[in-house]
């Protein structure tokens, strides 16, 4: 991962929903696209890490546990505190990056049907 | 810093090049941008710490010491290692953004007329 990498042809690349994709690291930091439509991803939290959401296309549901939801659009960067249950969806595709410690289970302590491990993240 | 933040749009509202704002943070990480024209950053490295660059708009000159230069276009990320001498220019503006620790100063231990400490990169 020492070489540059171009996140439109990455994500062109991907084809699954919900699979979240290391494409960069930085310090203890992981850079990740995914791509999401429907809403599989489950309510949770990451107890001691925040989480930053930058949208490249589309647009995303931002739901947080006890506050107005709202759409988050292209360009749009957002980051979730540690602790603070959300979830996100889309009724079309729509396509973020994410960047998160390297230490950040992408559905916090909840296993879903989306779950990957860091292991399955490795861009092929 | 608890909202959504548009970067078209917070990159509108920038009018100086080489000045790095802070739009995002995420644990220990800032997120950057900053507009690039010309050729005034020095060469410097950031000892304990690697550097994201990704490219929003335009095209970058990223050269490495002891490497070959490469061109880096919109939608291109790469980390540069913590140690490694590097400096970045463009001949047109180009727009990037910059994923780094908080305690990362941008020229690294050198002190140029770009220069900017943290308190000068907070967005008003």
């Known amino acids: 991962m020492n070489s540059k990498i171009n996140i439109p042809i990455a994500l062109k690349n991907i084809t699954n929903h919900f699979s979240p994709k290391i494409i960069g690291e930085v310090n203890d930091v992981y850079i990740k696209i995914v791509k999401i439509l429907g809403e599989k991803v489950p309510w949770h939290n990451h107890k001691n890490e925040d989480e930053l959401f930058y949208v490249i296309k589309g647009s995303l549901l931002f739901e947080i546990e006890g506050k107005d939801s709202f759409?988050?659009?292209?360009?749009?960067?957002?980051?979730?505190?540690?602790?603070?249950?959300?979830?996100?969806?889309?009724?079309?595709?729509?396509?973020?990056?994410?960047?998160?410690?390297?230490?950040?289970?992408?559905?916090?302590?909840?296993?879903?049907?989306?779950?990957?491990?860091?292991?399955?993240q490795i861009l092929e």
């Open 71 to 120: 759409i988050m659009n292209k360009g749009d960067l957002f980051t979730v505190r540690k602790g603070i249950n959300h979830r996100v969806s889309s009724d079309k595709e729509c396509e973020i990056m994410l960047i998160e410690n390297k230490t950040t289970a992408h559905t916090g302590d909840v296993k879903s049907e989306i779950t990957k491990s860091i292991a399955h």
